[in-house]
């Protein structure tokens, strides 16, 4: 067989039903099983009277920042959508967003994120491939974000283990290698392209319809790449770190506010390479969204870098997953429901 044939067979077991049956229910027993495990580590009576005994103040000063936090992910994106000339409203946008909110919320490594990207394609006279490049180039802007956090936290949140910092740094820039290699290698893109446009259309399973369609993308990707000067990845930038600041600083003041910690500078720092680092490990497809393993992540990095009780961390880490994720994705669920309907 040939690697025409090999990519063939496997582009079709990744998107047969069967395959997608298996997958959704691994990720569910993992999030499940890993939610469980956390809740009875902590005791489940303990991680009751954490939650009630947050301050509503807190909680509503956390809500605030998803909201910003949110408006950030809007803006960045209308950012890319203005480049590539696409014309959509600040609503029409907010409304997408919370669409590939919950296409990411029910899936593995959020890869239902790119459900915007048709929608957008849809509402708009823009092409499919501008639309799935929009939400390529907005992933791949956090991903750096990331990276670069990891990098910049890990003195704080290793300390006593400087022999393991050097590593971590290396991973952090390896990430941000890796991510613009893949950003700029014609061959990854084409496959990554290709598996979009088979997850989306499922009918043409064996490829002689998509095969030309994954071309045509990659030439519009690189043509896409053109639009984007050195100015533009550093307002993109901006606007990705800003949004990872704000999410250290809302973990943070959960995790402070309940252990009575001290809020300081170098506290926070720390929360968000651990944020960076749990955002690394839930890329692995083996659970919803990431849910389980980040919160796995979360709550012993924060108790092993900053000796703070596991119920503290764990509570801070459920709290925020509810109000960036959930909330986001049942909003967006409601969106999908009402389109579905008016379709109909």
């Known amino acids: 067989m040939d690697e025409r044939g090999k990519n063939g067979l496997i582009n079709r077991v990744i998107t047969s ?11 569910i027993v993992v999030t499940l099983s890993l939610l469980a495990y956390l809740i009875y580590y902590v005791n489940p009576k303990t991680f009751a009277e954490t ?34 000339d696409i014309n959509i409203n600040f609503w029409k946008t907010l409304q997408l967003t919370f669409i590939g909110s919950f296409g990411a919320s029910v899936t593995p490594a959020k890869i239902g994120d ?19 490049f929009s939400v390529i180039l907005d992933r791949v802007m956090d991903l750096i974000s990331i990276g670069v ?42 496959k990554i392209i290709l598996l979009l446009v088979r997850l989306r259309r499922k009918k043409s399973i064996e490829g002689e319809e998509n095969e030309p369609k994954a071309i045509k993308y990659v030439e519009d990707y690189y043509s896409h790449l053109s639009c984007f000067n050195l100015q533009d990845y550093s307002v993109l930038s901006f606007l990705s770190f800003s949004f990872w600041i704000l999410l250290g600083t809302q973990v943070s ?7 009575t910690t001290a809020m300081s500078l170098q506290n926070t720092l720390t929360i968000i390479g651990i944020m ?3 955002a690394i490990v839930s890329l692995l497809p083996i659970s919803l969204s990431g849910i389980g393993i980040r919160d796995f992540t979360i709550t012993f990095l924060i108790y092993y870098s900053l000796l703070i009780q596991s119920e503290y961390a764990f509570s801070a880490s459920i709290i925020q997953t509810v109000f960036n994720m959930l909330i986001p994705a049942l909003v967006g669920g409601i969106f999908v429901l009402i389109l579905r ?3 109909k």
């Open 17 to 27: 039903k069967p395959f997608r049956i298996i997958r959704n229910v691994v990720a």
């Open 51 to 84: 939650i009630i005994q947050i301050d509503s103040w807190i909680l509503l000063v956390a809500l605030l920042i998803s909201v910003l936090m949110i408006l950030i992910k809007v803006i960045r994106w209308q950012y890319i959508l203005r480049k590539l």
């Open 114 to 132: 790119v459900l915007r990207a048709f929608y957008l394609s849809k509402w708009t006279d823009a092409k499919e491939s501008s639309s799935v």
């Open 149 to 190: 956090f990891s990098i910049i936290a890990l003195p704080f949140y290793f300390v006593g283990l400087e022999s393991i910092i050097k590593w971590g740094i290396a991973g952090g820039l390896a990430i941000v290698a890796i991510v613009v290699f893949f950003m700029f290698n014609k061959g990854i893109i084409k």
């Open 253 to 259: 003041l959960l995790v402070f506010s309940l252990s």
């Open 276 to 278: 960076a680092i749990a």
């Open 341 to 343: 309907r008016n379709k």
